[in-house]
T-cell receptor, first 112, second 117 residues
Framework: DGGITQSPKYLFRKEGQNVTLSCEQN?????MYWYRQDPGQGLRLIYY???????QKGDIAEGYSVSREKKESFPLTVTSAQKNPTAFYLC???????????FGPGTRLTVT | QQQVKQSPQSLIVQKGGISIINCAYE??????FPWYQQFPGKGPALLIA?????SEKKEGRFTISFNKSAKQFSLHIMDSQPGDSATYFC????????????????FGQGTILTVHP
């Protein structure tokens, strides 16, 4: 099966804890992206990576961190510095040109 | 200048009607305009896309109309069905600064479409 997997589907954490969201793709895409989705606010870019061992901040990177050690994997850590972490997180991938992006099924994070 | 403005925020259409969602942009460097469809609790799925050298693209009941001079593009869903009820996002792609072939998408705010039976 080709595609993008995100795990877990639902995640619950206490305030003050860091949490890492997983994203894996087997589409042989060079580029990977993390978006945050809140009701009525569309998709906001957190971080993106267009090649292994390199990544760039998106529009709302504060309180998040990423790594890109393998082409297939792009984990996102939501740190305790993120003031409002409860949201639906979406991972996507594409060829480096950034044209057709394909999305994973998302992880819903709830922090209380 | 990187923004893509989408309207309306929500849209209610009767079964069999035409749904129209509009997007506008400022950045003339955008070179690819996709539309995504998202069902509740799922990731967005690429629906249809257009490049700026074409004024219209049709795939089944879905049509993109593109007006380069007005910097606007729209999605038309003909014969709308209850199964089309979803959130629709427009987007635009621009190359990264520095002349590389890399690029990324900027998304509109989304339109919640409800098709009544």
């Amino acid at each position: 099966d080709g595609g993008i997997t995100q795990s877990p589907k639902y995640l619950f954490r206490k305030e003050g804890q860091n949490v890492t969201l997983s994203c894996e793709q087997n589409l042989n895409h060079d580029a990977m992206y993390w978006y945050r989705q809140d009701p009525g606010q569309g998709l906001r870019l957190i971080y993106y990576s267009q090649i292994v061992n390199d990544f760039q901040k998106g529009d709302i990177a504060e309180g998040y961190s990423v790594s890109r050690e393998k082409k297939e994997s792009f984990p996102l850590t939501v740190t305790s510095a993120q003031k409002n972490p409860t949201a639906f997180y979406l991972c996507a991938s594409s060829y480096a040109s950034g044209y057709e992006q394909y999305f994973g099924p998302g992880t819903r994070l709830t922090v209380t | 200048q990187q923004q893509v403005k989408q309207s309306p925020q929500s849209l209610i259409v009767q079964k069999g009607g035409i749904s129209i969602i509009n997007c506008a942009y400022e950045n003339t460097a955008f070179d690819y305009f996709p539309w995504y469809q998202q069902f509740p609790g799922k990731g967005p799925a690429l629906l249809i896309a257009i490049r700026p050298d074409v004024s219209e693209k049709k795939e089944g009941r879905f049509t993109i109309s593109f007006n380069k001079s007005a910097k606007q593009f729209s999605l038309h869903i003909m014969d709308s069905q209850p199964g089309d009820s979803a959130t629709y996002f427009c987007a635009a792609r621009a190359a990264n600064a520095g002349g590389t072939s890399y690029g990324k998408l900027t998304f509109g705010q989304g339109t919640i479409l409800t098709v009544h039976p």
